[in-house]
């Protein structure tokens, strides 16, 4: 293979990503102009490159609207991924804990580049409750869990985040540089983050780290719901659970407090 297919072979890898990153939880169906029109690419070329797509079964098309969505392939991938995740098997015990004591939805996210992603939910039984699908992307800076990620990174990725304007979701969305590095220390401090109305309007979040063997913050353990039901009382009640619940997902990753290290080495 010579250098020229070698790169057009990865201009075309580099289409068909931006192509699947399109599509999303309130974009599940796509058609070849508005994905063009997105992209600022030709019809044609879209065209070709949903098609290849579309047979090798990454995408799946409807054949009434000719729209196209994520096809059967990506479950496969998906459960190769979360097979590989092992604080997600650690984390389930601890999941099924909190969410009997609270009756709240309870979540685990992974920390995945500059985001969070959501890898595990136990949903709320009562009606009104907090919903976020599997696989869903969240911010760092906003949110409970986020914060409680972002707080515990590494300096570098801080700055990373706090490059760009941070993204407004809600009217009480920390979108001051200042002031949220304000909050990232108030969360060392406690070891815990709180989020009241960051992400959605209507509801309250609990969450705290989990690191792994080498002392990396790699995700966190978050409980949320409405705010007329899990208020200010029913947050600090539960926060000194949902940290230890944290730290039992963290010792099994084999995870050692510095604290509790240094105890080890006097004794």
Known sequence: MGPETASGEIRSLVKALA???????????????EIARQLNMSTSTVGRVLATLHSAGVLSQDSTTRLYR????????SAVYMHGLDVREKARPMLEELHQLTQETVNLYILDG????????????QRVRVIVQIGERMPLHAGSAGKAILAFAP???VERILEKPLERMTDNTI???KRLLEELRSVRNCGYAVSRAERFTDAMG??????DAAGNVTAALNVSGPLVRFTDA????????VVQLANQVSQSLGYIDPHELSKRSEG
Do not use: M
């Open 19 to 33: 192509i699947l990153d399109c599509f999303n939880v309130d974009h599940p169906q796509l058609g070849v102009r």
């Open 70 to 77: 994520i096809g059967s392939k990506v479950l496969s991938w």
């Open 114 to 125: 500059t985001e969070r992603v959501c890898v595990e939910r136990l949903e709320s039984s």
């Open 155 to 157: 300096a570098k990725l």
């Open 175 to 177: 979108t001051s540089p």
């Open 206 to 211: 609990l969450a705290a780290p989990i690191f």
């Open 234 to 241: 029913e947050v600090a009640k539960y926060a000194p659970k």
